[in-house]
């Protein structure tokens, strides 16, 4: 049976490495579509959290996990020889920048050259971590290729960019569309028709990897430019005394040409702050500055150090100071109603009030703790006695769920709103202890 005739009929033992936000989710779909699949990972906690059906991903069903893993339908192991019983392999890990922001393909090299001994003819390979146009091409297939084996021939390879989005309750992996590059045509074939096999969406080909990783970078791209704008019309605004969430809600009536971007302390999570200096780093090579990407990334970085002045001179209004005094920042996650901290602008808020010297607790019912910069922080239950004992908060997540923020109106005596998350309850009351950014 060919490998083509393998995917069409399901039959097929898929390989999933990285077991993280991207790839279970992904191995889940797959095991759903009739696939058996192994899931490959470096973390034993999460390989033993699969194996007894336990879930740790927000945006899977737990029972489907379960359900999955009694009918032996997915598994998972820190073994990577058993990549060699696979037909398909998908890359899911993570694509971090390092501290010059210059991208780190670590993960990637290594899961590659763990394939690159079990590969065998008719296996498909497809990388789905996010990366700068050419990663698959310039780096992936030449390890590949050094085991004699030729693309488009003996096996295949493609580009198929993740475009997770946690939280979102209307878009899963499942019928998210789905974009698609190969290597050779050959290549496009195998990989479009495992990805229709498994979802309940589209599956948009392009013309090689090249195209589908620069479509994803160009996703992101335009959110953290049309965020950037956001942020520094809110700032403008500001010093205008212009309430710039009215500006934003009249400019969003207009049904063609304009679509609302929101400002904040800053952006978060595993794709907007990091997926464009992937291509600003690759422009160098053409000896090209993205100085729009390089000018919006600034501008949103610079946000969390905003927000702190801001409130500073909130509480200078009160004749308080920011050093010695208590504030709680409402929210650590990168945002509301998930258990992520990848890149959360809070943990720079939390950074820079600490600096200033004051005295930094925080509330989050998803992340019950974390530790930045080697110090621990544990989220403190919301009481009046404790809302009443503080200097100012600071809204750093928009939670829409398990924090009652009119109880954190009514006791707080100041509150400033970095995501305009109280603005139904600033609608039906007046607060003046209430300030948005």
Not at 90 to 98: E, F, K, M, Q, Y
Not at 180 to 199: F, P, Q, S
Not at 270 to 275: E, G, K, L, R, S
Not at 305 to 320: A, G
Request: proline share 5%; hydrophobic share 40%; glycine share 6%.
């Amino acid at each position: 049976m060919t490998l083509f005739e393998k995917i069409t009929s399901r039959k097929a033992t898929v390989g999933v490495m990285g077991l993280g936000y991207v790839g279970l989710p992904l191995a889940v779909e797959k095991a759903k579509a009739g696939f058996n699949v192994v899931g490959f990972d470096v973390q034993k906690i999460k390989v033993d959290m699969v194996n007894a059906g336990h879930n740790y991903i927000g945006d899977i069903v737990d029972s489907d996990l379960e359900k999955l893993v009694k009918e032996k339908k997915l598994r998972a192991t820190i073994d990577f020889d058993e990549i060699k019983n696979c037909d398909v392999v998908t890359i899911c890990v993570p694509t971090p920048l390092d501290k010059f922001k210059q991208p780190d393909l670590t993960y990637i090299i290594d899961s590659t050259k763990e394939i690159k001994p079990r590969l065998h003819k008719g296996m498909l390979v497809t990388l789905e971590s996010t990366t700068y146009p050419g990663t698959t091409n310039e780096v992936v297939l030449p390890i590949l290729e050094e085991t004699g084996l030729k693309v488009g021939k003996d096996f295949f390879l493609a580009f198929s960019p993740e475009r997770v989005d946690p939280g979102n309750f209307m878009y899963k992996t499942k019928n998210t569309p789905k974009i698609v590059g190969g290597v050779t045509g050959e290549c496009t074939k195998h990989a479009k028709a495992m990805y229709e096999a498994i979802l309940e969406a589209p599956v948009k080909v392009v013309s090689s990897p090249k195209e589908a990783e620069m479509a994803k970078i160009l996703e992101n791209t335009f959110r953290i430019v049309n965020i950037a704008l956001a942020n520094e019309m809110a700032l403008v605004s500001n010093k205008m005394g212009i309430n710039y969430w009215e500006v934003v809600d009249a400019a969003a009536t207009k049904p063609f040409g304009f679509m609302p971007f929101y400002p904040g302390p800053g952006v978060g999570g595993h794709c907007i702050p990091i997926d464009p200096f992937y291509l600003t780093y690759k422009a160098r090579e053409y000896d090209y500055h993205t100085r729009l990407i390089e000018l919006a990334g600034e501008i949103n970085d610079s946000m969390s150090e905003y927000v702190v002045e801001r409130l500073s001179d909130l509480l200078n209004e009160r004749k308080k100071c920011l050093n010695g005094s208590k504030i709680l920042v409402m929210g650590i996650a990168y945002k509301g109603d998930i258990d992520d901290i990848r890149e959360s602008p809070a943990l720079k808020v939390v950074e820079h009030l600490d600096k200033k010297g004051s005295i930094v607790i925080y509330h989050d019912p998803y992340i019950p703790q974390f530790t930045h910069h080697d110090k621990i922080y544990k989220s403190v239950a919301l009481t009046q006695e404790l809302l009443k004992s503080l200097e100012g908060v600071i809204i750093t997540t928009a939670h829409k769920k398990h924090v009652d923020y009119k109880f954190l109106l009514d006791n707080a005596p100041l509150v400033f709103d970095t995501k305009n998350v109280t603005k139904e309850l600033s609608l039906e009351h007046e607060y003046p202890n209430l300030y948005v950014i």
